[in-house]
């Protein structure tokens, strides 16, 4: 008969380990394993002896215990070290049996071919990998001593987490950002380390962050996730133009605690989109803001355009780095050390209900660089009728190429530290007035729609959420609802059980959008900004629009120093 002490312990169904255990002669530690195709097994041992390491097929595992012979497919004296097992597919049972008195650990994992690196830690070792996705990731620490007598620092995006379990072996679960990652390991004494990092690619959650309670901006937003009856699908658009359309008769925003830049009676309606590009072959990340600032007391507005570098939370722009009619302002009440800035006009309007505004994001490539311009369009202002498109700001980016208004389900904007970036969304929302403030609607109704420019054509974004989590500007007391293939917006508590809805204007599975040719007009920054452009869209097309969706785009005209800051 033989004598043993189970496993105790199965880790996120990748391996398993025991506590360190006072083993006598014939007594033994054990794991259940499975081994298939193309994987390999590894073996930790922390043991104050030599022992006997076997591995036999699990099914004769009772005739082990009563003493019978089996046929190992792995049998030899061990001491303390990290094994690598090369088996074929089969359930195994690994056996680490005392043969003298021993403080003996054990731990064992499957691994796939090719993955999974030796270590060998006394101070510290970085392992660096990267990934394409936005990823959960765990990473296995298998070691050849107990992490009790032999505590780890692991240290991964800027957090640290000391290792100090009374077992072998351990697993790190985190989230991580596409790009390249580096593991850091401190360890006071000398060990042998197997690690091996499993990513599984995933999609974004925006429903997480809204369920944590935390502050959002409220209207519509194409995260790229698609809800066909119940099942999510992604998508990706890759365009070089964004419109929002709003169309406004009541609105009324209060905020208490209103300071700064901040009225008692302001609010924003904001169209927010990122602007991926590259300059001398890295990748940068804008996020550009094109937005109505409001008084919704003495019912005037005027608009900003703002951006900023989302290529790390902590980037800064450069002098230089951007041309355009506004200026780089610090922000002290952010993570970003700088951001762009201009307000157009230099006095506010008047704006009367209905009050339907269309505004409008673009960017264009030009031999200097990349262009983002910013515009909107009065579609009607009481009994005032369309006026003429204007884009009031024009921002150079010199040397940049390769660019692309995106919203994608598959990535964040570049993380720096413990922080994973932001969305890449494209949002028309509502909230406060500027520097993150929050807005409380005592009067709302809005129609909301989004559209993108696909090749020269026009369309809705195929699905949106009712929420905006871009922007550190918030919403209170506002209700979104799909309707007409865009969002009503009122007072009312959100409901967020049904929080992402397909548009109307898209039947079936949502198709996969990418590369769409940019829109060629404007391809200069304009020496003033009395400029007037007109969209592609055509009088009759707005009329249309009007006419099927209620609906109206973004107004803004702009007095200079209420600058709007996300963070």
Known sequence: MKFYIAAIAALVLVGQAVATQQLNPGYFLYNNLTVNSGEFMVVGINTSSPIDLMVIHSYDFGTFLNGGKVNAVYNSSASTGVYRLSLGPGTYTVISEAKTPTELDSGAIVVPDGKGTMAYANGTYNYSFSIGNYSNVYVTLLSSSDYLANPLVFSLAGVSTRVNAN????????????????????????????????????????????????????????????????????????????????????????NAGASGNNSKHGASLQLNVALNTHVNGKERV??????????????????????????????????GALVGNGNLSGCTSCSSPNFYAFSYPSYYLNYSFPFRIKLVVMENQTSEGTVASFGYQILKNGSAGIKPLIFFDKVLVPGSSNSTLLTTPYYMTPGDGSNIGNYYDSELVFGGEANGANSYFNSMNSSLWIYYNDNGTIRPFPSVYTFGLSTAESASNLAVKGWKGGAIA???????????FATNALEGIAAYISNTSKYSSPTTVPTTVTTVYYDTVSQSEIVTLEMLAAAAIVIIVVIGLALLRRR
């Open 490 to 500: 009122t007072t009312g508590k959100p409901d967020f059980s049904t929080d992402i």
């Open 286 to 319: 804008l996020w550009l803001q094109d937005v109505v600032d409001f008084n919704t007391s003495s019912m005037q507005y005027y608009l900003i355009d703002n951006v900023w570098n989302s290529t790390s939370p902590t980037a800064k722009f450069s002098s």
């Open 167 to 254: 077992t072998n072996l351990d697993i790190v679960n985190t989230t991580l950002n596409k790009g390249s990652h580096t593991i850091s390991i401190s360890s006071a004494g000398r060990s042998s380390i197997f690690i091996y990092v499993n990513t599984t690619p995933t999609l974004i959650n925006p429903l997480s962050y809204v369920a944590g309670g935390s502050n959002y901006s409220a209207g519509i937003a194409s995260y790229g996730l698609y809800n066909i009856s119940g099942r999510i699908y992604p998508y990706q658009v890759s365009t070089g133009e964004v419109i929002g359309v709003a169309n406004i008769t009541s609105l009324a925003a209060y």
